[in-house]
């Protein structure tokens, strides 16, 4: 749970700049690539990442562009890159207009009883779709990119992240 906008938007900074990452090592050819038959591919991930942006913040409260749940995902990762983009830009700008006792505010969802806490649960489930498109871009052959860490890729060449 966050107390302080500025702790929030610290995370929020590092959580997007990750999930970016990921996004941009996605291409056009994979976008319906699942790790099993009937689960959920790229494009549907990465599109989600975007819906559920714009939801959660709806929840807390914020002014973020929303998807509508049965909007066809787009035919090409720059679509959902610069949706995702504008998103997380329109998050970082309405918090910051957040106090630290707006963090506080219940939002009337038991599991998520503050803003504070939805913006948190926000961050995480991110990482949760994200974690799943790093093993789908190992499953597709695609370059991993060290969001946590180094990754085969980089850890080859030597680089420590």
Same mark, same amino acid.
Not at 86 to 104: G, T, Y
């Given at each position: 749970?966050? %107390?302080?906008?500025?702790?929030?938007?610290?995370?929020? $900074?590092? =959580? #997007?700049?990750?999930?970016?990452?990921? &996004?941009?090592? /996605?291409?056009?050819?994979?976008?319906?690539?699942?790790?099993?038959?009937?689960?959920?591919?790229?494009?549907?991930?990465?599109?989600?990442?975007?819906?559920?942006?714009?939801?959660?913040?709806?929840?807390?409260?914020?002014?973020?562009?929303?998807?509508?749940?049965?909007?066809?995902?787009?035919?090409?990762? %720059?679509?959902?890159?610069?949706?995702?983009?504008?998103? $997380?830009? =329109? #998050?970082?700008?309405?918090?910051?207009? &957040?106090?630290? /006792?707006?963090?506080?505010?219940?939002?009337?969802?038991?599991?998520?009883?503050?803003?504070?806490?939805?913006?948190?649960?926000?961050?995480?489930?991110?990482?949760?779709?994200?974690?799943?498109?790093?093993?789908?871009?190992?499953?597709?052959?695609?370059?991993?990119?060290?969001?946590?860490?180094?990754?085969?890729?980089?850890?080859?060449?030597?680089?420590?992240?």
């Amino acid at each position: 749970m966050y %107390r302080q906008v500025d702790d929030f938007l610290k995370d929020w $900074a590092v =959580a #997007v700049e990750g999930t970016l990452q990921v &996004l941009q090592a /996605v291409t056009d050819d994979k976008l319906g690539q699942s790790i099993l038959e009937g689960h959920s591919t790229f494009g549907w991930l990465g599109w989600h990442l975007v819906e559920t942006t714009g939801y959660f913040s709806h929840l807390a409260g914020l002014t973020v562009p929303m998807i509508g749940q049965d909007e066809p995902v787009p035919g090409t990762a %720059r679509e959902i890159i610069a949706a995702y983009e504008k998103a $997380a830009e =329109a #998050v970082k700008e309405e918090v910051a207009k &957040l106090s630290d /006792v707006d963090l506080l505010t219940e939002t009337g969802i038991a599991s998520v009883a503050t803003k504070g806490a939805l913006l948190r649960f926000l961050i995480d489930h991110q990482k949760h779709h994200r974690g799943q498109m790093m093993v789908l871009l190992r499953q597709a052959g695609l370059p991993v990119p060290p969001v946590m860490g180094p990754t085969k890729e980089n850890a080859l060449l030597g680089s420590i992240t």
